[in-house]
Nanobody
Framework: QVQPVESGGGLVQPGGSLRLSCAAS????????VGWYRQAPGKQRELVAR?????????IYAESVKGRFTISRDNAKNTVYLQMNSLKPEDTAVYSC???????????WGQGTQVTVSS
C-alpha cells in the first residue's frame, strides 16, 4: 500500500526556516487533498495545514501557524511541501503528511520527519 515519505526536518534556531517535503508513489497525492500533521511528545497528533486537490486552490491552517507556514503541492512530482518560517520552540514535533478525505487520513502513516526548534 502507498505510504507517504516525509523529509526535510532538522534542528533549527528560533526564527529560522525549514521546508518539508512529502512524497507518495502513484497519483494519490494528485487526486486527494493532503494534510500536514504534527505530534509533539505527550500530545495528540494535530492537523497543521491542508491543501485541496487537484489544484491546491484551497488551503487551511491551524491558528498557531497561520502567517508562518505555507503548504503547496507539485502534482507532477506527487509531492506536497510545507514551508515553515519564523519557527518557534513550540513547533518542535514529528511532522507527518497524509492524503485525506475530508479530515480523515486514508493512508498508513509514514515515519515522519523530526523538527526541533532550539537555541
Amino acid at each position: 500500500q502507498v505510504q507517504p515519505v516525509e523529509s526535510g526536518g532538522g534542528l533549527v534556531q528560533p526564527g529560522g526556516s525549514l521546508r518539508l517535503s512529502c512524497a507518495a508513489s502513484g497519483s494519490i497525492f494528485s487526486i486527494r487533498a493532503v494534510g500536514w500533521y504534527r505530534q509533539a511528545p505527550g500530545k495528540q497528533r494535530e492537523l497543521v495545514a491542508r491543501i485541496s486537490a487537484p489544484d491546491g486552490y484551497s488551503t487551511i491552517y491551524a491558528e498557531s501557524v497561520k502567517g508562518r507556514f505555507t503548504i503547496s503541492r507539485d502534482n507532477a512530482k506527487n509531492t506536497v511541501y510545507l514551508q515553515m518560517n519564523s519557527l518557534k520552540p513550540e513547533d518542535t514535533a514529528v511532522y507527518s503528511c497524509n492524503a485525506v478525505i475530508g479530515s480523515v487520513p486514508v493512508l498508513p502513516w509514514g515515519q515522519g520527519t523530526q523538527v526541533t526548534v532550539s537555541s
